[in-house]
């Protein structure tokens, strides 16, 4: 893993880490920000496959944080995290929905690691420039989108602002109609907080809702993360418990998996080497109390958090598993809508 990996692993937020660092060099989000992207232009995306293809269904993926900076957000035209995003996101992230789908991922001026320690205030209104932007991009790709089904996809602060466009541009519209699923994991999921019309994916063939899962070692205390995710989402007087299902079996009635039935994970990257193939059967899992609790195999390199959070690897662990199952759904949905 390379020094740049590691950092990395630290700035993929949320995560209920608290990181310590210099004081912010900017006095607020605006200024940092710059302009607006236009989702007019081509280069406003990282991935925009808009050529015919007998793939019937559509990603919109939003990215992780990888923006690391006493700044409150990236700037869109910042060439350096462009280029880190493009590299991290799409080899080990994204591509688990090419098989199903078309992919559109936005460029948008995401919120830095750091905004989302400080939640109110100017951290607060960091996060609503960077859902601003993600908004209008995914307006923009609706307007292209010739009524196509879609799959709503995310990571970290990817999740974070594709559940907030779940409930306030898809749930309850016409649109929740063309949703085959939501792949939100990375933040922690009360099951209250998700629209009647979007619940919780029950089964690996249900459409019209959301998948999401947090992985964590076995040893891990994930008492503080888990009352941190009901204090930030919770809704009052609804279900509290937080949805974690398993990117293995898919099947909420089968929440434990042993490793040799996990298709493949990605491998972390090796600076100067090639993509390596998928490694399969590279961990057990079960879904314990809102979290995923992981056991990799020997020799899998899936290096945890200090707060033992496997965070940075809660898709490439399972890419395979992902891929296939993305591939379900969308041949289900084309089939229920014939």
Do not use: K, M, N
């Given at each position: 893993m390379t020094i740049r990996g590691a950092i990395l692993a630290l700035s993929l937020t949320p995560v209920g880490i608290t990181l310590a660092g210099p004081a912010f060099a900017s006095a607020s989000p605006e200024a940092d920000a710059g302009p607006a992207p236009d989702y007019a232009r081509p280069e406003s995306w990282a991935l925009h496959d808009t050529a015919r293809s007998p793939r019937g269904v559509d990603v919109f993926y939003v990215h992780p944080t990888t923006f690391l900076s006493q700044d409150w957000n990236q700037r869109i035209d910042d060439a350096a995290t462009r280029e880190w995003t493009r590299a991290s996101v799409a080899a080990r992230q994204v591509s688990a929905f090419d098989a199903c789908c078309r992919r559109f991922m936005p460029w948008y001026?995401?919120?830095?690691?750091?905004?989302?320690?400080e939640r109110d205030g100017r951290g607060a209104a960091a996060y609503d420039i960077a859902y601003d932007d993600v908004r209008r991009a995914f307006r923009t790709y609706l307007a292209q989108s010739h009524g196509r089904p879609f799959i709503l996809a995310g990571h970290s602060q990817g999740a974070l602002l594709g559940l907030r466009l779940l409930k306030q541009e898809i749930a309850g519209t016409?649109?929740?109609?063309?949703?085959?699923?939501?792949?939100?994991?990375?933040?922690?999921?009360?099951?209250?907080?998700?629209?009647?019309?979007?619940?919780?994916c029950l089964t690996p063939t249900q459409t019209r809702c959301l998948v999401s899962w947090n992985g964590f070692t076995e040893s891990a205390d994930v008492t503080a993360w888990a009352k941190r995710s009901v204090a930030d989402y919770a809704v009052p007087r609804r279900d509290p418990t937080i949805v974690c299902i398993n990117p293995i079996t898919f099947d909420a009635a089968r929440p434990a998996a042993l490793a040799a039935e996990g298709k493949g994970m990605v491998p972390v990257a090796q600076k100067g080497r090639p993509p390596a193939p998928p490694v399969p059967h590279p961990a057990a899992t079960?879904?314990?109390?809102?979290?995923?609790?992981?056991?990799?195999?020997?020799?899998?390199?899936?290096?945890?958090l200090p707060n033992g959070s496997l965070h940075m690897h809660d898709i490439a662990l399972f890419w395979a598993d992902i891929s296939a199952n993305?591939?379900?759904?969308?041949?289900?949905?084309?089939k229920e809508h014939r």
């Open positions: 001026r995401q919120a830095s690691s750091h905004a989302f320690v016409p649109l929740s109609a063309r949703l085959v699923a939501a792949y939100l994991p990375g933040i922690g999921i009360p099951a209250g907080t998700l629209p009647l019309d979007v619940p919780p079960r879904c314990e109390d809102g979290v995923l609790r992981v056991v990799p195999a020997p020799g899998v390199e899936a290096p945890p993305a591939a379900l759904r969308a041949q289900t949905w084309r």
